[in-house]
């Protein structure tokens, strides 16, 4: 019945339908069962009131400021973090020497629990906003620089070697293969660096911050208002959504060669 | 300044090379006191058994590798030679348009942008390929990519050409469409070439001169002439005696295959 899954193949519109069934089966139940008493209102308060609350946050305009300094942290966070790990990563993929120094460096700062830095951060940086982005920026660091790195390294042989033929040297070797070689990987890099400042951004404001989406979960938690947790997991993850598509944007308009769709037509 | 409008004739001495691959699972020796001499604008074939080193030579003449032994030399020449190599596949840059693949010798020459843009749309119009001039290459036919590939190397203006198996992957109808544009672009600036091929008709149809190859490790057996006038007739059937060529370089093709199959059995 279904067919086999490839890469290149599109998907239905009636599979978005299915996902979308789905989504609304499992609100429905949910909102049926806070109703009538099955779960507690107090943890799970039904979705009509999550959206309702929503709504009054919209409308007191605090929604827009929590989202502002989220997003603005975020963006810059994201913008310095993935920008260096750009820049670092094809430098590390084009340079043995730069590689082999700085490789056992990254391999032991990577795996490290960013939110664990982030007294370090406080202490150079002060309790502000610079610490704060920082920490978003070291998060988004890593998997741009690694995915870089690693997207820089696989390019095929002959593409150096045709290049190197025709007598191209450092710079042309930069714009003409290397960056749109590891392109792919940098995007994928960039979609995983997101995701990580998303995480980190709220965690940071939960800990020691007095706007922003994590600040208001923190406040809510506190003074037990679980449905503006609710609201504020909905705006996350509406967030989360948004920066998918505009990643998937970014990435057909800077690699036009990469295409599927017209391939397949 | 770019001079990329005239290449110089420029002969190729290859002198003594020799080559050995080495790795913790053995070492290879791929070509061994390897000399011969292409005259400048000559064309010559190389052919030889599979794993013979041929695709290694060509490569040690690009300056794509460098040989543990012996020299290349291009005499008469005070300066580098362009040497431009065609690859046999992957011959083109999948994120350029076919257009700014064909231009990136030039851009690489330092010619700006519209004159290359401009040069490199003549070239693939010259050769078809003037509605996929926009095309990114994975949107062309093998054989178009082949085709653009040639214009790629061609449009720079080498003095060298060095190409492996440039037609391997195209159907026989394909491959001698080719070979006429080849060799058309070839008449035109008759740069030197040296062009590696499987297929022994193939190269009697092309070159001045066919070195036979022998098996691993690589050494020339034997210079063929070609004895045929030019333009040449790609379907062979004006040219005489070349069914008499083909038998005798296949044969010696044949024992080099078999003594290298008997020397890696036990
Ligand atoms: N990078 C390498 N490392 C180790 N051995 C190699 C390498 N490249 C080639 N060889 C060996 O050198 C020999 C010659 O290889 P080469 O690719 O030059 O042969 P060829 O004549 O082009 O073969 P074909 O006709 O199949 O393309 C082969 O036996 C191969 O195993
Ligand atoms: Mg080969």
Redesign the interface.
């Known amino acids: 019945m279904s067919r086999p899954d490839r890469p290149c193949s599109r998907p239905f519109p009636k599979e978005r339908l299915v996902s979308a069934a789905v989504l609304f089966g499992v609100l429905a139940l949910w909102e049926v069962a806070a109703r009538a008493g099955w779960v507690s209102r107090l943890f799970f308060p039904p979705p009509s009131f999550i959206v309702q609350t929503l709504g009054r946050m919209a409308w007191s305009g605090q929604l827009w400021t929590d989202l502002g300094y989220t997003m603005g942290r975020l963006g810059a966070g994201l913008f310095l973090g993935a920008g260096s790990g750009l820049l670092l990563g094809w430098l590390m993929g084009a340079s043995r020497p730069v590689r082999l120094a700085l490789d056992p460096l990254v391999a032991a700062l990577h795996p490290m629990p960013k939110l664990a830095l982030f007294p370090i951060f406080l202490i150079l940086l002060g309790i502000g906003e610079a610490s704060k982005v920082a920490l978003l920026a070291l998060a988004a660091f890593f998997p741009m620089l690694i995915n870089t790195l690693a997207g820089v390294r696989q390019i095929d042989c002959v593409y150096w070697e045709l290049a190197a033929n025709y007598g191209a040297r450092r710079l042309a070797m930069l714009r003409r293969v290397i960056l749109p070689g590891s392109l792919p990987m940098s995007m994928v890099g960039l979609r995983l660096a997101a995701n990580n400042v998303l995480v980190v951004a709220i965690a940071v404001e939960m800990l020691s911050a007095q706007e922003g989406l994590g600040a208001t979960i923190w406040m809510a938690w506190q003074t037990l208002h679980t449905e503006e947790l609710y609201a504020m997991l909905a705006v996350i993850g509406a967030v989360g959504i948004c920066l998918h598509f505009i990643v998937e944007r970014v990435t057909r308009w800077l690699m036009p060669w990469n295409n599927r769709e017209t391939r397949n037509g | 300044m770019y001079n990329m409008m005239t290449n110089q004739a420029t002969d190729l001495r290859v002198d003594s090379l020799s080559m050995r691959y080495s790795s913790p699972r053995g070492s290879v020796d791929a070509l061994q006191g390897v000399s011969f001499h292409v005259a400048a604008g000559e064309f010559v074939a190389l052919v030889g058994p599979s794993g013979c080193g041929k695709s290694t030579l060509l490569r040690i003449v ?3 590798q460098s040989p543990d032994l012996g020299e290349i030399a291009f005499p008469g020449r005070q300066t580098a030679p362009k ?3 065609v ?1 046999q ?3 083109l ?4 348009t076919v257009r700014d693949n064909v231009a ?2 030039l ?3 330092g010619m700006p942008g519209a004159e290359r843009r401009a040069l490199a749309g003549e070239q693939l119009a010259a050769l078809g390929l003037a509605d996929f001039m926009d095309h ?4 062309l036919s093998g054989g178009m990519c082949q085709r653009a590939a040639i214009a790629q190397a061609f449009v ?1 203006r080498p003095d060298v050409l060095l190409m492996d198996e440039p037609l391997r992957a195209l159907d026989a109808q394909m491959r001698m469409v080719i070979q006429e544009d080849l060799l058309a672009l070839w008449e035109r600036t008759r740069p030197t070439v040296l062009y590696v091929t499987h297929d022994i008709e193939e190269a009697l149809l092309l070159a001045d001169r066919v070195l036979v190859m022998s098996g691993r490790p690589g050494r020339i057996r034997e210079a063929v002439e070609v004895p045929f006038g030019r333009p040449r007739d790609l379907t062979g059937r004006n040219h005489q005696g070349i069914e008499e060529l083909k038998w005798r370089i296949w044969k010696m093709l044949e024992q080099e295959v078999k003594q290298q199959l008997h020397m890696s059995r036990p």
């Open positions: 690009a300056g794509l040497c431009r190599f690859f596949n992957h011959a840059f999948p994120w350029m990136f010798g851009e690489m020459d990114y290459p994975h949107e720079t």
